[in-house]
């Protein structure tokens, strides 16, 4: 079954310093990956996607993700993170399992809380 | 350009009423999903539209759960009686049929169900 797992609930990181946030993934076939944000009381929001290419892939607001198929890892960085980065992130991975793969459904992790502190 | 909408933005019933959420996608967008993330729990799949068709619905936890899309435009969700299970944020998502395996998914900001 394909499942995708982020292992922190939540990760604490100072105004400034760098930023990871975990994911690993498993699936069969070619992993679609992606990364959504959540802020509070809003909707989630797309940062980035993996589909095929470059192993680094750049997003929204200064974030980018390291795809690593040896290690089945996405993870989510950004080099200087800012109080305004405080929010649910939401890994997730494309259902290839029913049909086609390309439209199907997103699986999702459990959502990690990232908190940046001045 | 105008995101997915949803409404309402929270509704609270009691148990065994019935409650329609909307979802209006993205223009031009024909693939719309449903999801539903539960107490905190992972987000999980409800089903999935082609237009005006349902293309799968393997993440409809039971009957009580109605889904319609007429039309091929916006869709409701209608949950009929309402268990207490049943609260969480309803989220709905829109993407392009054309883009293929480049399609991103959009989501909307959710609807915020509470059965008392």
């Known amino acids: 079954a394909q499942s995708v797992a982020q292992p922190e609930d939540q990760v604490n990181v100072a105004e400034g310093n760098p930023l990871t946030v975990k994911c690993t993934y498993s699936v069969s076939g070619n992993p679609y990956l992606f990364w959504y944000v959540q802020y509070p009381n809003r909707g989630l929001q797309f940062l980035l996607k993996?589909?095929?290419?470059?192993?680094l892939v750049k997003g929204s607001y200064g974030f980018e993700a390291e795809f690593n198929k040896s290690q089945t890892s996405f993870h989510l960085k950004k080099p200087s993170a800012l109080v305004s980065d405080s929010a649910l992130y939401f890994c997730?991975?494309?259902?290839?399992?029913?049909?086609?793969?390309?439209?199907?459904?997103?699986?999702f992790g459990k959502g990690t809380k990232l908190s940046v502190k001045p | 350009e105008a995101g997915v909408t949803q409404f309402p933005s929270h509704s609270v019933i009691e148990k065994g009423q019935t409650v329609t959420l909307r979802c209006d996608p993205i223009?031009?967008?024909?693939?719309l999903y449903w999801y539903r993330r539960v107490m905190g729990k992972e987000i999980k799949f409800l089903l999935h539209f082609v237009k005006e068709s349902k293309q799968d619905e393997s993440g409809m936890p039971n009957n009580r759960f109605l889904a319609e899309r007429t039309g091929g435009t916006y869709s409701t969700l209608k949950v009929q009686p309402a268990e207490l299970e049943d609260s969480g944020v309803y989220f709905c998502a829109s993407s392009q049929v054309q883009a293929g395996p480049m399609d991103t998914q959009y989501f909307g900001p959710g609807t915020r169900l509470t059965v008392l």
């Open positions: 997730a991975v494309r259902d290839t399992s029913h049909y086609g793969g390309s439209q199907g459904n997103l699986i």
């Open positions: 993996y589909i095929t290419g470059d192993n």
């Open positions: 223009s031009g967008h024909d693939n």
